[in-house]
């Protein structure tokens, strides 16, 4: 079946980076995209951006340009989500979700405090 | 980047109610919408793509519609598990963008 699991909790100062990981099982990795998605507490979902899981391809939400990279490893079919310059905005439940088209899988979130 | 507007943002309504939620682009999304339930402290869980494709798995009440711009899920007899929150999503292109949310509460 397809799984789709998240590193775990981080808790990261103004400034800092992060990174969050996302391994995917159960499906040919190299055949779909990872999207990313975050929920800041009490609010909607945010996209914020898409790798391709056959050529590393990549799209970000114009919001987050020049702060999010997006990188996957083939060899270990994990997908990494590293946000930069953290402010107490980026606080927020970050998931991974396979993406051909619609979204149909996603990860359990990884919560991310910034404190 | 394409903008979605979900109405309502909150709905009250009882178990065996009718209920319809709407979902605007900014542009047309030529059909390239799908819609999510997503319960507290949960990741959100497909119900519908391509406009109207029921994901499998999700139950007949649920239906999607529109074409365009404009954008309708409805819930024709809602039940107990279906109290949620409910996010439209577009995938036109490379970008994807959701709506605010629409969380439907009991009355």
């Known amino acids: 079946q397809v799984q789709l699991v998240q590193s775990g909790a981080e808790v990261k100062k103004p400034g800092a980076s992060v990174k969050v990981s996302c391994k995917a099982s159960g499906y040919t990795f190299m055949s779909y995209g990872i999207s990313w998605v975050r929920q800041a507490p009490g609010r909607g979902l945010e996209w914020m951006g898409w790798i391709s899981g056959y050529n590393g391809n990549t799209n970000y939400v114009q919001s987050l340009q020049g702060r999010v990279i997006l990188t996957t490893d083939t060899s270990t079919n994990t997908a990494y989500m590293e946000l930069r310059s953290l402010t107490f905005d980026d606080t927020a439940v970050y998931f991974c979700?396979?993406?051909?088209?619609?979204?149909?899988?996603w990860g359990q979130g990884t919560l991310v405090t910034v404190s | 980047d394409i903008q979605m507007t979900q109405s309502p943002s909150t709905l009250s309504a009882s178990v065996g109610d009718r209920v319809t939620i709407t979902c605007r682009a900014s542009q047309s999304i030529s059909g390239w919408l799908a819609w999510y339930q997503q319960k507290p402290g949960k990741a959100p869980k497909l119900l519908i793509y391509k406009t109207s494709t029921l994901e499998s798995g999700v139950p007949s009440r649920f239906s999607g519609s529109g074409s365009g711009t404009e954008f309708t899920l409805a819930i024709s007899s809602l039940q107990p598990d279906d109290f949620a929150t409910y996010y439209c999503?577009?995938?036109?292109?490379?970008?994807?963008?959701f709506g605010q949310g629409t969380k439907v509460e009991i009355k």
């Open positions: 979700a396979r993406d051909y088209y619609n979204i149909d899988y």
């Open positions: 999503q577009h995938y036109y292109s490379s970008s994807r963008t």
